[in-house]
């Protein structure tokens, strides 16, 4: 097996030079009673406003800005077309960047994704093709839709450009609030947690870099107790779709060197944090959004020292499939 590409901090100054100008700098925003709730102060760096409504854009722009720099300086041809394969947020991002840059993008997103998501893609001039909602089926319709366009695969979070880009979060976050003591962040396949740690741990090694994930879906956390990548090959349903899928052979490294702890939440528990920040924030995040919430509303991490007191949370995205939301009447009461 080929050795994972090294990654670190001039690759993430490298994406911020590229993205300059080109994206949003979300805003850290507060909430009284969510400190109250925590007991601690809480930072949310809300990538939900974002271009494409989500933190994607970062590395998928970085990508595609990397290729064309590359065929640039190689005073070549643009790339016949971008490929990738997405639940929804990547997909997006990337058909966004290629249309910015007037290439075709094809995207692979399994059938179970968000209509809303599904919708936002073919808005952005890609076209979509359809999988199975499984790792499996993922890498097999996007490799055979390379072939057959010739286009170039970025990979959603295994792409060391993707990576580098989700990293500018950190830098944002580092200046705008530079008494942060941790970060949270949620993880699917580790795309954003790796590139925040990568630059969080070169400028702040004192900060804790935290990854939260939903029991249904736990590779990560499974991961780092055995100390091997451990993928599922069959993860549970979630309501956090956007994180039903595994870290990969490039994520993982990083993770494993750089993150702190892999904190797991029960679908509960993540369904009141979205539903808290709707009702006490009124940010309209996605429920994987919902999973870095909850993660520093759990017992565990209230059995975390004190002196982590200043915990920035990534809210990474906000395309709600409104149409979905049954769970919203499935138990009585109000979000406390």
């Not at 936002?120 to 996007?142: F, H, K, M, W």
């Not at 915990?311 to 109000?334: A, F, H, M, Q, Y």
Request: net charge negative; with cysteine.
């Amino acid at each position: 097996m080929a050795e994972p590409p090294r990654l670190g901090l001039c690759d993430v100054r490298e994406a911020e030079r590229r993205l300059r100008e080109r994206l949003h700098r979300t805003p850290l925003l507060t909430c009284a009673a969510l400190d109250c709730l925590a007991r601690r102060r809480l930072l949310f760096k809300c990538e939900l406003f974002q271009k494409t409504g989500s933190f994607k854009i970062r590395g998928a722009l970085n990508a595609v800005r990397s290729l064309v720099e590359g065929s640039e300086r190689a005073g070549g041809e643009l790339p016949r077309a971008v490929v990738t394969h997405s639940s929804g947020n990547h997909g997006q991002a990337l058909a966004c960047a290629a249309q910015a840059e007037g290439i075709p993008a094809y995207i692979v997103v399994p059938r179970t994704a968000p209509h809303c998501k599904q919708d936002a893609i073919r808005s952005y001039g890609a076209t979509l093709v359809p999988c199975e909602p499984s790792d499996e089926s993922r890498a097999e319709t996007a490799a055979r839709v390379v072939r057959e366009t010739g286009g170039v695969m970025v990979h959603p979070n295994q792409e060391p450009a993707v990576i580098a880009g989700q990293g500018t979060m950190a830098l944002e976050v580092l200046e705008q609030a530079p008494e942060v003591n941790a970060v949270v962040v949620p993880v699917g396949g580790g795309g954003m947690v790796a590139g925040i740690a990568i630059a969080i741990k070169a400028l702040r090694p004192d900060v804790k870099v935290f990854a939260a994930e939903p029991c249904n879906a736990d590779d990560c956390y499974q991961s780092k107790l055995r100390g091997e990548l451990t993928p599922s090959p069959h993860p549970r349903e979630t309501i956090a779709d956007a994180v039903r899928t595994n870290i990969g052979p490039n994520t993982w490294p990083i993770i494993r060197d750089l993150v702190d702890d892999v904190l797991t939440v029960s679908e509960e528990e993540i369904k009141r944090a979205t539903r808290l920040v709707w009702e006490r924030m009124k940010l309209l995040i996605e429920p994987t959004a919902g999973v870095g919430v909850a993660a520093v509303l759990s017992e565990r991490f209230q059995a975390f020292p004190w002196d982590l007191e200043h915990i920035c949370i990534v809210l990474c995205g906000g395309n709600v499939d409104l149409s979905s939301l049954t769970w919203l009447t499935e138990r009585p009461g109000t979000a406390e």
